[in-house]
C-alpha cells in the first residue's frame, strides 16, 4: 500500500504521514515547503503547489503505485476568519483538489481517499448548530468550500469506484508552527513575550466559551484506521478528543507548563498584541537561543484563529459547538486524549525544539 498524504507540513497531514509511516506504508508527503515533523526517515517527500494544475498534471505521472490518498491542504486568506465566506478561498480550495486528483486518476487506481472538513460544515461559522452536531443532519447550506470538495469527490468516487471517508474534527491541536489554526505556538510564544515584559500570563478573552478539541495525532490514526475498516467507506465522521473544556480552567496548567505566573483576567485582542511585538520576540529568540524564526513563521495565521476561539470582544458566551462522536465509536474507532495534556504535551514539544523557551 502507498498513501499520497496532500498538505504533508499542516497539523492533520503530518500526524497522518506519521501514522501511515509507523505503520508500514509507503507515504509520499505532498507539501510545498519540506515538512519538518516527520519521524520517520523512509517518507519522500514532494515538493508541489496543488494551485498550479501543469505542476500537478507533471507530478502525478509518476504516481501510478498510490493507493491512498489523504487530503488535508488547505487555503486561507490573510486574516483567516473573514476568508472563509471569500468567493476566492472557496474556487480556490476546490480548485487544489481537481488539481490534483483529475491527473492522478489517470495515472493510478486509487482505492480509498479521506478528506478533511470542521465544524463549519454545520453552519457555526454564520450562527448557531443544532446540538449535538450529527453526521447524519441535513447540509446547511452556505460559503463554504467543503461541499464544493465533497460533492466534485463523491463525482469522481462513483466514476472510478473508490472509496471515501470524511472528517470533522475539532479545534485541532498538534507540533506545527506557522500553520493556519494551531494555537500551542500562539501561547507560547504569548507566554514567552509577557515573561519578557515582567507580566504574568493573563488570559485575553471574553466570555467563557467551553469548546471541544482533537489532538493530531488522533486525526493520523483516524485517517489510518479509515482504510483498514471496510464499513467506514462512504462514511462522514465527527471527531474530537472525546471530552469539553474550559480555557479560563486549562490556563493554570498552561501558565504552570511554561513557567510563568497566572494573572487576572484582561481582554484584548492576542492577535494585536503579538503582531506589535515582533521586534521584541525577536530579542526573545536571541536571549534563549531559539531557532531562529520570526514573528510571522511562528505563529502563520494561528494568532487570529486564537482571537476566535477565545471569544475575544464578546459579553456573552457563543452559541455552543458541540459535535457528537457516538457514530465513529460505534464503528470502532474509540481513541480518546486528554485535552488539557494534550495542549501541555504540545507546549512542551514547542520547548524541545527551541520554537519557544523552556
Known amino acids: 500500500m502507498k498513501v499520497l498524504i496532500a498538505g504533508a507540513s499542516g497539523l492533520v ?31 519522500e517527500h514532494l515538493a508541489l503547489d496543488l494551485q498550479d494544475p501543469e505542476a500537478c498534471l507533471e507530478a502525478c505521472r509518476s504516481l501510478s503505485d498510490v493507493t491512498h490518498l489523504v487530503y488535508t491542504a488547505v ?33 493510478a487506481s486509487l482505492q480509498h481517499v479521506s478528506l478533511l472538513q470542521g465544524t463549519k460544515a454545520y453552519g457555526a461559522a454564520i450562527g448557531p448548530i443544532r446540538i449535538p452536531a450529527r453526521e447524519s443532519q441535513p447540509r446547511v447550506e452556505h460559503p ?62 471574553g466570555a ?36 469539553v473544556f474550559s480555557w479560563r480552567d486549562m490556563w493554570p496548567a498552561i501558565a504552570d507548563t511554561l513557567n510563568i505566573e497566572a494573572g487576572e483576567d484582561e481582554t484584548f485582542s492576542i492577535a494585536s498584541y503579538l503582531e506589535s511585538r515582533s521586534e521584541l520576540w525577536d530579542t526573545v529568540v536571541q536571549r534563549h537561543g531559539l531557532q531562529p524564526l520570526t514573528l510571522r513563521q511562528v ?44 495542549f501541555c504535551y504540545w507546549l512542551h514539544d514547542l520547548q524541545r525544539r527551541k520554537i519557544i523557551p523552556a
Open 208 to 243: 467563557d466559551w467551553v469548546w471541544e478539541a482533537t489532538d493530531a495525532r488522533l486525526t493520523g490514526s483516524a485517517c489510518l484506521w479509515a482504510t483498514q475498516t471496510p464499513h467506514a467507506a462512504g462514511e462522514t465522521y465527527n471527531l474530537t478528543n472525546g471530552e
Open 75 to 107: 487555503f486561507e486568506l490573510p486574516g483567516l476568519i473573514q476568508g472563509w465566506s471569500d468567493p476566492q478561498q472557496i474556487e480556490t480550495n476546490g480548485a487544489m483538489l481537481k488539481n490534483l486528483l483529475d491527473p492522478l486518476l489517470e495515472h
Open 144 to 205: 463554504n468550500f467543503y461541499w464544493l470538495q465533497e460533492d466534485y469527490l463523491k463525482s469522481c468516487a462513483a466514476t472510478h469506484g473508490f472509496a471515501t471517508t470524511l472528517f470533522r474534527p475539532q479545534l485541532i491541536v498538534g507540533p506545527n508552527h506557522g500553520v493556519v489554526m494551531n494555537l500551542p505556538p500562539v501561547v507560547g510564544v504569548y507566554a514567552a513575550i509577557r515573561k519578557a515584559e515582567g507580566l504574568p500570563l493573563v488570559f485575553p478573552g
Open 299 to 342: 505563529l502563520g495565521e494561528s494568532h487570529h484563529y486564537a482571537d476566535l476561539a477565545f471569544a475575544f470582544g464578546l459579553q456573552e458566551p457563543p452559541p455552543p459547538t458541540f459535535v457528537s462522536t457516538v457514530k465513529i465509536r460505534q464503528a470502532g474507532f474509540n481513541d480518546v486524549y486528554n485535552s488539557q495534556e494534550s
Open 13 to 43: 497531514g503530518t500526524a497522518a504521514a506519521n501514522a501511515f509511516a509507523a505503520a508500514n506504508w509507503q507515504v509520499v508527503a505532498l507539501s510545498r515547503r519540506v515538512p519538518e515533523l516527520i519521524a520517520h526517515p523512509d517518507v
